[in-house]
């Protein structure tokens, strides 16, 4: 069993940065890719970033690639995305999820997520 706790979330204006973390509980962290994904009010959950066990692969959904970056700590559990040059368009409930492997088809465990708000 996993279980994911986000935090970090916040106000912020357009232009700024937040960094979003990741708490997993288990020991078996290490192994499972992470993956975060974000739902704004009225719109689909979409694919935000993912990493692999190993950090040896990434990938980032166009519309936050250069400005998003994920990284994780598996000596603390602990995945994050920091996320800069913040725009309107990013505000939504961000959510962690962890999955078996590489790419990030298929998701097991789901933290409750963290607000972001970006004002203009």
């Known amino acids: 069993q996993v279980q994911l706790v986000e935090s970090g979330g916040g106000l912020v204006q357009t232009g700024g940065s937040l960094r979003l973390s990741c708490a997993a509980s288990g020991r078996t962290f290490s192994s499972y890719t992470m993956t975060w994904f974000r739902q704004a009010p009225g719109k689909e959950r979409e694919f935000v970033a993912a990493i692999r066990w190993d950090e040896g692969n990434t990938a980032y959904a166009d519309s936050v690639k250069g400005r998003f970056t994920i990284s994780r700590d598996n000596a603390k559990n602990t995945v994050y995305l920091q996320m800069n040059n913040l725009k309107p368009a990013d505000t939504a409930v961000y959510y962690c999820?962890?999955?078996?492997?590489?790419?990030?088809?298929?998701?097991?465990?789901w933290g409750q997520g963290t607000q972001v708000t970006v004002s203009s």
């Open positions: 999820a962890a999955g078996p492997a590489y790419p990030p088809l298929k998701f097991e465990y």
